[in-house]
Nanobody
Framework: QVQLAESGGGSVQAGGSLRLSCAALTDTTCMGWFRQAPGKKREGVATIDTRTKSQYYHDSVKGRFTISQDSAKNALYLQMNNLKPEDTAVYYC?????????????????WGQGTQVTVSS
């Protein structure tokens, strides 16, 4: 059974940083972060293959966000730097069945409850 719980959201001014954490009770090999802004569909932000540590990012966050995973702590992280108002959304920790193609947003089918990130200009 997969259990995901996010923390670390909050409010920050544009240009600031936040670090999201996810307590992940799962042995899946594919994890990621998604977000959903008001009135928009949920979109993939970043994913990581926990075996190879390969990472994949949405174009809009490349160079600003970094995904990482700590197996010993059963934790997933998203370091977000140079935040922009358009990054405002509810951010979700996600997992996909083991051995999925981690670069494919559509393979993720387990979700946390979400944490709000608000970036003001």
């Amino acid at each position: 059974q997969v259990q995901l719980a996010e923390s670390g959201g909050g409010s920050v001014q544009a240009g600031g940083s936040l670090r999201l954490s996810c307590a992940a009770l799962t042995d899946t090999t594919c994890m990621g972060w998604f977000r959903q802004a008001p009135g928009k569909k949920r979109e993939g932000v970043a994913t990581i293959d926990t075996r190879t540590k390969s990472q994949y990012y949405h174009d809009s966050v490349k160079g600003r966000f970094t995904i990482s995973q700590d197996s010993a702590k059963n934790a997933l992280y998203l370091q977000m730097n140079n935040l922009k108002p358009e990054d405002t959304a509810v951010y979700y920790c996600a997992a996909a069945p083991s051995f999925s193609w981690c670069s494919q947003w559509g393979v993720f089918n387990y979700w946390g409850q979400g944490t709000q990130v608000t970036v003001s200009s």
